[in-house]
């Protein structure tokens, strides 16, 4: 058992890295606990990943030894270190969508809380440490289910590839991820961490152990993130089928790769906020405090990484929603040059926004309008890809179906969750709004409203390609149905206590916010209750669902002209690319053929098309 | 080596894929050094002890640019298939890579007397250097593995990438140094 295996590995690396540790404070005389910690755990990730099965594929041969591999296999596949993509996909995907349901549970119990004025679940530190966890754990899966679940399944099929260019490196951003969720789920027994997601110090310097892991585990995911985005980067360059011009490219593609190259370059920095946060603690080092330290070199450096962090969650969304509009529509995207445009006009923008995330922070005044105008102006590139889902949309007989229901639901919350944005990007209204529920409401309605509900919606369209089996239309529905009212409902009304004034991340408040609350908090588990019809569709369907045929959808794009889940290689005959991938309403383009110039011998008769 | 399906549609050879995947990860970790260099002037200015030791900076320069030239010839060798002269070269880049560590080493002992990690100088001076060294460290034990690939074979063959990819390497962590050494020495 590979799993056994890396914990009893992770177990001994975490024993002699923190022996080392221990020896040596016990000849300095420091503290021991932090440092054990930290050393320890570098050893056990060490341990853990050649546990789970690195050594066997890729250690061995840093040693000159034979490696093995054997991506096949029945359900153990998924337990071990695999390098196929599509395992990696679904590994991610399953792990993300414990989390996900775990983290709305810790959110129904803040719901819980805020129900009324007074305190009643949580004590303040057991409340602080569950928004704390709640907003983490969020953060990962909107980063990692898009870019690591639905890319990793989806990218290399889409654009005709056998597997990614470095399936190792792919397989191991993946098994850097349990050790995350695993640290922090442990954060509550050893302190919690209070001070939100962003880990602002000095409350992130002074926090119990629990803070220290939190950290560990930011860093640790940073390192997935940026191998991920490496890879993709590569694969689109690299392993497009013959005749996949940049033109021809699907526009999911385009997003995973702009995505990508933000999340190579930027995720650097929030490890260098972490890194800079433990070697504090560990080192006692002075970048936040006195003297000549400053908290606000936290500030730029967490928000250089993290403001464009949310166009790495929602890049690849918008990407899938124009995906599912255009083959639901049978219509082309409208305006594709100019979605690549814009997908390019925020990646380049999204590097000069983050001080709007400081306006109220004591950082020179003279910076705050600069970034005011620059943050304004992402809005351009954000207005053209939605013009583009609206022109796609425009006189088209649409096919409703519950993926094409979720990705309209996109556009709709995207609408508010932008329109909301303005007043927190314009200096001064943020003051007003800033730290208030306004920020809140308006956050979720960007990335819930606008990347959750894409990633459902790529969840139903892609589950017959990833099971093989078609899921319940009825149940799905229903799902949408209140999933999209339920939380329309939890978050219009959460603006109104934010516009007057009521603070996030408290667990006590005024009595006069209660009735909006009491509201909000309502809704809330009503919404949490609507994953209930998903959870049994997924897992009944994935069981016991009927059939689903190559192709159920008739897109044209080319991961659905393989078997349905596809073969180990992707295609059994290499598609050759020979037209634009959304040419509906036009018999004579051709996305792919199959079938010529293949050197496979195991030549089978092409699938689907 | 590994029992991975044949890639047959690609257009670009494993090398190829290999030196578009390195240099991808050099430009993110540059955007990591681009971090650790802002970091100083923000907490530290633009001032400088005057306890630094100008006279240990350049020579740890000097020692690291003279290992890349080592490095640089070992690659040449290894693409003109000159095993004896390769493994030599590595072995030195390998050595004065070493000598670099405790030239840092001593660095950290003379700093911790004037300006200890408690300090605002002390904080940037042993952030950059630390990170910077265990990047070295790194690349020592890279070519350490390359060596260990290639001490017995009599031509490159498939281990071309190997030797390129732990000198372009070195040459990055290099490059890395000549941008810390004049933030952390030469600011006046």
């Known amino acids: 058992m590979p799993l056994v295996r890396g914990v009893i590995y992770a177990a001994i690396g975490f024993a002699i890295g923190g022996s080392i540790s221990l020896g040596i404070t016990n000849m300095t005389g420091e503290d021991y606990k932090e440092p054990m910690i930290v050393l320890g755990y570098v050893f056990a990730i060490i341990g853990w990943l050649m546990g789970v099965g690195m050594w066997k594929i890729w250690g061995r041969e840093w040693f000159g030894k034979s490696t093995v591999n054997d991506p096949t296999g029945g359900w153990e596949r998924y337990l071990k270190f695999n390098t196929d993509h599509k395992v990696i996909g679904i590994q991610y995907l399953a792990t993300l969508a414990v989390v996900f349901l775990l983290a709305g549970l810790l959110a129904m119990g803040l719901r819980a809380e805020l129900a009324d004025s007074g305190q009643n679940v949580f004590t303040k530190n057991t409340y602080n440490t569950t928004m704390s966890l709640h907003g983490i754990m969020m953060i990962a899966v909107a980063v990692a289910a898009v870019m690591g679940g639905f890319s990793n399944y989806v990218l290399p099929l889409i654009i005709g590839a056998e597997d990614v260019a470095f ?43 629990g803070g220290l892991l939190f950290e560990l585990a930011f860093l640790t995911f940073g390192i997935s993130s940026i191998l991920g985005g490496l890879n993709f980067i590569a694969t689109i360059i690299t392993q497009r089928a013959p005749g996949m011009t940049w033109g021809r490219m699907p526009i999911f593609a385009w997003s995973v790769l702009a995505a990508s190259i933000i999340s190579l370059t930027a995720t650097q920095w929030v490890a260098y906020g972490m890194l800079m946060i433990i070697f504090e603690r560990v080192f006692n080092m002075v970048f936040f405090s006195p003297p000549g330290g400053n908290a606000l070199l936290y500030e730029h450096i967490f928000w250089f990484y993290s403001h464009p962090a949310v166009y790495i969650m929602i890049l690849p969304a918008f990407g899938a929603e124009l995906e599912i509009i255009s083959h639901f529509a ?19 923008l999204s590097f000069v926004v983050w001080a709007h995330h400081l306006f109220t922070s004591g950082m020179g005044e003279e910076l705050a309008v600069p970034f005011m105008v620059l943050t304004e102006l992402i809005s351009i590139p954000t207005g053209i890809i939605f013009l583009s889902a609206l022109g796609t949309v425009w006189r088209s007989k649409l096919r409703l179906k519950v993926p094409l229901l979720f990705a309209l639901a996109v556009v709709f919350n995207f609408a508010i969750g932008g329109l909301t944005g303005i007043f927190l990007a314009d200096v001064a209204t943020d ?31 892609w589950f017959p390609k990833i099971t093989g089996r078609m899921y319940n239309e009825t149940l799905g529905r229903i799902h949408f149905a ?96 020979t037209g634009d991938p959304y040419g509906y309403g036009d018999e004579s383009v051709v996305h792919a053929r199959f079938g010529k110039s293949s050197p496979s011998s195991q030549a089978a008769p092409a699938e689907g098309d | 080596m590994t029992i991975h399906v044949p890639n047959v549609n690609h257009r670009f050879d494993p090398l190829t894929i290999n030196r578009l995947g390195l240099w991808l990860f050099l430009v993110s ?104 060294v265990t990047h070295v460290a790194t690349g020592i034990l890279t070519l350490g593995f390359v060596y260990f690939r290639v001490r017995k074979i009599e031509t490159i063959g498939d281990n071309l990438f190997a030797v390129e990819g732990a000198v372009k390497w070195w040459h990055f962590v290099d490059v890395a140094w000549v941008f810390i050494y004049p933030t952390l020495y030469l600011l006046k």
């Open chain 1, 431 to 461: 003051i007003a709004l800033q730290d208030t529920y306004f920020v809140v409401a308006h956050f979720h309605y960007t990335i819930m409203g606008g990347e959750m509900f894409a990633i459902f919606a790529a969840g139903y369209y």
């Open chain 1, 330 to 348: 049978r219509k082309p995207i409208f305006a594709y040059r100019w979605v690549v445009r814009a997908f390019a006009a925020i990646v380049a």
């Open chain 2, 29 to 132: 970790d540059a955007s990591f050094f681009i971090a650790l260099l802002s970091s100083r002037v923000f907490v530290s200015g633009t001032s400088t002890p005057d306890e630094i030791n100008q006279v240990l900076g350049l020579s740890l320069t000097v020692l690291l640019l003279l290992s890349s030239l080592t490095a640089y010839r070992a690659e040449v060798a290894a693409e003109n298939n000159d095993m004896s002269h390769m493994k030599n070269m590595l072995l030195a880049t390998m050595g004065m890579g070493i000598l670099f560590v405790f030239g840092v080493g001593y660095e950290w002992y003379e700093a911790l007397q004037h300006f200890p990690p408690s300090t605002g100088f002390g904080t940037v001076l042993f952030t950059l250097t630390g990170v910077h």
């Open chain 1, 167 to 209: 399936p190792r490196i792919n397989a191991l951003s993946f098994w850097v991820v349990p050790p995350v969720v695993v640290l922090l789920l442990l954060t509550p027994l050893f302190g919690g961490f209070d001070f939100g997601w962003t880990a602002y110090p000095p409350l992130a310097t002074q926090a119990p152990i």
């Open chain 1, 482 to 577: 209140l999933m999209f009212i339920l939380y329309n409902i939890t978050f219009l009304v959460m603006f109104i206590p934010g516009t007057v004034g009521m603070n996030r991340r408290v667990a006590e408040y005024p009595p006069e916010f209660e009735a909006m609350n009491l509201i909000v908090s309502i809704a809330a588990f009503g919404l949490g209750l609507s994953f209930l019809p998903w959870i049994y569709n997924m897992l009944n369907s994935w069981i016991r669902g009927p059939k689903a045929p190559d192709n159920p959808w008739g897109a044209k794009t080319l991961e659905w002209q393989t078997s349905s889940p596809p073969p180990l290689e992707n295609f059994k005959v290499m598609p050759t690319v």
